[in-house]
């Protein structure tokens, strides 16, 4: 578990439709957490929070950032499901 797994996640699912969609297709958190397995990443909500606030920070554009809230608002939803 590592915030480094969150980020390379953050960084890797925001361009990986493949990735998303099966994150997106699993309706349940142990299928959810089993498609983050076979990618190697393995992360804590905290790790996650903790991620996403450092690349976050490191938005240059408003546009960046923007991207990567709508990203935060997906991941929300997938694990509200």
Do not use: Y
């Amino acid at each position: 578990m590592s915030r480094a797994d969150a980020v390379t996640f953050i960084k890797t699912a925001m361009t990986d439709h493949e990735l998303r969609k099966q994150i997106d297709t699993s309706t349940t958190p142990e299928e959810r957490e089993a498609v983050l397995k076979e990618h190697g990443l393995h992360f804590t909500e905290f790790e996650f929070q903790d991620g996403f606030n450092n690349l976050l920070t490191q938005c240059q554009e408003e546009e960046e950032g923007n991207r990567l809230k709508e990203f935060r608002m997906w991941w929300d939803l997938t694990r509200s499901v």
